[in-house]
Nanobody, 117 residues
Framework: VQFVESGGGLVQPGGSLRLSCAASGFTFSRFIMNWYRQAPGKGRELVAPISITGATTTYPDSMKGRFTISRDNAKNTVSLQMNSLKPEDTAVYYC???????????WGQGIQVTVSS
């Protein structure tokens, strides 16, 4: 199983970033895909899940209207579009795959997002 995460970096408050995660080594279309994040000194937080078909997504209130998760089952990729970024969005962002019917859980290595002027 391999994840290649890209698109992180340093951005000013109010800016945008698009994270991408290319997955391989498992049947991507059978897995719920998630983005998590972990800020310094804090626990890992669910940012957004997306269902197997991509039809269902949810967001915490702090991210609604700013973040959009999407997936492409033909390309085995999941993306996170982040707009109107705030300093409190600074964290390491992780791609996660969770088997819809079993306990299998795969994690990417994480990618740094820093929002600062």
């Amino acid at each position: 199983v391999q994840f290649v995460e890209s698109g992180g970096g340093l951005v000013q408050p109010g800016g945008s970033l698009r994270l991408s995660c290319a997955a391989s080594g498992f049947t991507f279309s059978r897995f719920i895909m998630n983005w998590y994040r972990q800020a310094p000194g804090k626990g890992r937080e669910l940012v957004a899940p997306i269902s197997i078909t991509g039809a269902t997504t949810t967001y915490p209130d702090s991210m609604k209207g700013r973040f959009t998760i999407s997936r492409d089952n033909a390309k085995n990729t999941v993306s996170l579009q982040m707009n109107s970024l705030k300093p409190e969005d600074t964290a390491v962002y992780y791609c996660n795959a969770k088997d819809r019917i079993g306990p299998t859980n795969y994690w990417g290595q994480g990618i740094q997002v820093t929002v600062s002027s």
